[in-house]
């Protein structure tokens, strides 16, 4: 007999005769109540055994953990909280687990705990919810530009080029670490590599992106992204998963238009799947704050906020207007911030940022045409020669979500600005050609998948809304 999922029997139209389900015990109840768990919903089905014609040796092995096999009716539940159990005929341990040993006990356990233990954790309410809440954004994230005729494009992974210029990449490579091949100057010889050059793990997809981008005019890449920045934060993970879209003909309000939309559709799409989990992720939060101080409280529980996001506007603010307000604001005045804004080209800091969202405008803000200098090389110069198209989205409790621009389309802007940051032109040889044949007005952003899913799960650690975080000096699993 087939089993069928606990999220389909809890809802049954009716009751039926007979069922089976397989999961994994979360409590067994005074030798009789079984709560089964098989992942598909945040919700156990209470499975009652019968013990008296049970087995001493049966019911032992029915622990916390343990996967067993429940044959039985689905009938109307006596008790409170749900509307259907099991009444068990027939009971199968097909995986011991040792109770005294398993990690998961059914109890609350520390979320540092549960990072040592991300191979088990997912077992847990939370982290179930979390990855299930996962999956349906990533899902939404497809829905959505697939809807609007998106291509979606696998842009490499492991590349020869630095799109954002900031050095921090994971090297690749072939070469033996003893005896490495040297070149007459004693630097390390990239001819003898696998690729015969020096290549990276990426750090974004937008510059191959770009390239498609001209061709096919609206695509979007979602892939793994590197990053061996030494940022031991709540927000940094080495390896992280990016949504880059990007398209021909759209200027910078055209992007953050579209950014705003695709934010939105996504957490709608995901507030209508996911009802049990995120109601179970707003309790769990509402829980953890009572162990803070007020202040540090959020205003909203969960899906307030998430209801917020979507019915209201970003704020859209110039970089200028932001340095204006934060420069008069207390915190600066008082030299709260560790970093003491004093003049227009400072760059942002997250306590800037989150300063912005949390206490001035109180709803996502997006920051845009920065000075050129504290952005990348791509972004298009504005005709007072010092700012740039750039935009930031910047989000309560997470601060930057969304980085983007509209890219400098000008084949001879472009290549003097690669030549003042020593930019390789021969390396970049593919790129400069998009601006070479075709070239037009462009734009895209790309939004860091896991502080979307820190965001809508109410979370505030980034190493718990991924499975296996990668961060410095961990890599277990
Ligand atoms: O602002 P970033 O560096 O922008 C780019 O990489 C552009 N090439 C995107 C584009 O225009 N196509 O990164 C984009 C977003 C950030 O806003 C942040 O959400 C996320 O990626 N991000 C990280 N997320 C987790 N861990 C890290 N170390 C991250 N670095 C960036
Ligand atoms: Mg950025």
């Not at 005769?17 to 030798?31: L, P, S």
């Not at 009938?75 to 259907?84: D, I, L, R, T, W």
């Not at 707003?282 to 540090?296: D, I, T, V, W």
Request: glycine share 6%; aromatic share 10%; hydrophobic share 40%.
């Amino acid at each position: 007999m087939r089993h069928t999922k606990v999220k389909d029997l809890l809802n049954s139209s009716s009751t039926l005769h007979e069922v089976n389900a397989k999961g994994w015990v979360r409590t067994f109840r005074n030798n009789q109540f079984i709560a089964l768990n098989d992942g598909s919903t945040i919700n156990n089905i209470q499975c009652v055994v019968d013990f008296e014609n049970t087995a001493d040796e049966t019911l032992k092995r029915i622990t916390t953990g343990a996967a067993v096999s429940v044959t039985g009716t689905l009938v109307e539940s006596k008790g409170a909280g749900q509307k259907f159990e099991i009444q068990v005929s027939k009971l199968e341990i097909l995986g011991d687990s040792d109770a005294e040993k398993f990690p998961m006990q059914p109890k609350k356990h520390s979320l540092e705990f549960l990072r040592e233990n991300a191979h088990l954790r997912v077992r847990t309410n939370a982290f179930g919810a979390i990855m299930r809440v996962r999956s349906v954004l990533s899902f939404a994230v497809h829905s959505y530009f697939q809807e609007k005729g998106f291509v979606y494009v696998n842009t490499p992974i492991i590349t020869g080029s630095d799109a954002e210029g900031a050095g921090e990449m994971f090297k690749v490579t072939a070469l033996p670490f003893d005896n490495t091949p040297r070149t007459e100057d004693g630097k390390v010889d990239y001819k003898e590599d696998f690729f015969g050059k020096e290549t990276n793990l990426t750090v974004s997809g937008q510059l191959e992106g770009e390239t498609f981008a001209m061709a096919l005019g609206q695509i979007y890449t979602f892939g793994p992204t590197f990053r061996a920045e030494n940022s031991n934060t709540s927000r940094h993970l080495a390896e992280f998963w990016m949504i880059e879209p990007e398209v021909a003909f759209n200027d910078l309000n055209d992007n953050m238009d579209l950014a705003e939309d695709f934010i939105q559709y996504v957490i709608k799409y995901t507030m209508d799947k996911c009802q049990d989990d995120l109601k179970f992720l707003e309790g769990r939060l509402l829980e953890e704050e009572k162990s803070k101080p007020q202040a540090e409280r959020s205003e909203m529980a969960l899906l307030e906020k998430l209801n917020f996001v979507l019915e209201n506007n970003f704020k859209r603010v110039s970089y200028t207007e932001a340095i204006d307000i934060l420069r008069d604001s207390t915190p600066n005045k008082k030299k709260k911030f560790n970093y003491i804004i004093k003049e227009w080209g400072a760059d942002l800091q997250s306590e800037h940022e989150r300063y912005l969202v949390e206490k001035h405008f109180k709803c996502p803000v997006i920051l845009f045409d920065y000075p050129a200098n504290i952005k990348a090389f791509y972004m298009r110069l504005n005709e007072d020669g010092k700012t740039v198209r750039a935009m930031d989205i910047l989000f309560p409790g997470i601060g930057e979500i969304v980085g983007g621009s509209q890219r400098e389309e000008r084949f001879d802007v472009l290549v003097e600005k690669m030549r003042a940051l020593g930019i390789d032109e021969e390396e970049l040889w593919w790129y400069l050609d998009t601006r070479r044949f075709g070239s037009a007005v462009h734009s895209g952003f790309g939004l860091g998948f896991e502080r979307l899913v820190l965001f809508v799960t109410g979370m505030t650690n980034i190493r718990d809304v991924i499975p296996f975080p990668r961060t410095p000096m961990n890599a277990e699993f």
